[in-house]
């Protein structure tokens, strides 16, 4: 799962594997380890019990949840993304995106690409 934050903006972008162990068993993460044992980690969560998607921070840990329907039907059809802004106390807000990841359409040298998902324009960019 790739992580990306800039501001008020989260981004997840998940290979298929991760988009089908997110659906079967509501739970998909990731972290990463600093100096000194210390560790981020971040979770993408289904639940039955949110009806928007939301993000919490909590003991270096960052969870993004979204409703498990919304989740069932982006995994199951050809829906490539999940959006949604949560309100803060202040009045700002924070937004949420959860796509699919999809393979390049110019080749990365050292980038495996094998679990990602078919970019829809890669048959018309032989065109």
Known sequence: MKLRI???SIRLRLTRGEVDTLRDAGLVGGRTVFPAGREFQYVLES???VVSPGAFLSDSVMTVRLPEATVLAWATTEQVSIHGEQ????GDTVSILVEK??????PRDGEDESDMFPHPQAESAGD
Request: hydrophobic share 40%; proline share 6%.
């Open 47 to 49: 639940s039955p019990a």
């Open 6 to 8: 800039r501001d008020n």
């Open 87 to 90: 309100l803060l106390q202040d």
């Open 101 to 106: 990841d999809f393979t390049c359409l110019a």
